[in-house]
């Protein structure tokens, strides 16, 4: 499995971002797939899962109402839209597919390289 990310980048508090994940390779054991996150001196934070297939959605308290997670089955993408970011949203953003008994963990999830967010 591999995990590409797209579209990070610099943005105004108020902004907005998408950012893209493509999936090369799916295994029925990792239906999960979504977005961490983690900022300098602090620890990774799960932020928002999409169970692939019926498409449920989950968010930390952090992004409800102010992130959106969508999946591209055609496309093999994940996506997540940003909405009113603030400064604090500031962090390297990684994509994660794995269990989903164990996504919110990581301990078992296959990860991208990461793509910078930075709100001024």
């Known amino acids: 499995v591999q995990l590409v990310e797209s579209g990070g980048g610099s943005v105004q508090a108020g902004g907005s971002l998408r950012l893209s994940c493509e999936v090369s390779?799916?295994?029925?054991?990792?239906?999960?797939m979504g977005w961490f996150r983690q900022a300098p001196g602090k620890e990774r934070e799960g932020i928002a899962t999409i169970y692939r297939g019926p498409g449920d959605t989950y968010y930390a308290d952090s992004v409800k109402g102010r992130f959106t997670i969508s999946q591209d089955s055609a496309k093999n993408t994940v996506n997540l839209q940003m909405n009113s970011l603030k400064p604090e949203d500031s962090a390297m953003y990684y994509c994660?597919?794995?269990?989903?008994?164990?996504?919110?963990?990581?301990?078992?999830?296959?990860w991208g390289q990461g793509t910078q967010v930075t709100v001024s």
């Open positions: 390779f799916y295994t029925n054991s990792r239906c999960c």
């Open positions: 994660a597919i794995g269990r989903c008994g164990s996504w919110w963990s990581g301990s078992d999830n296959v």
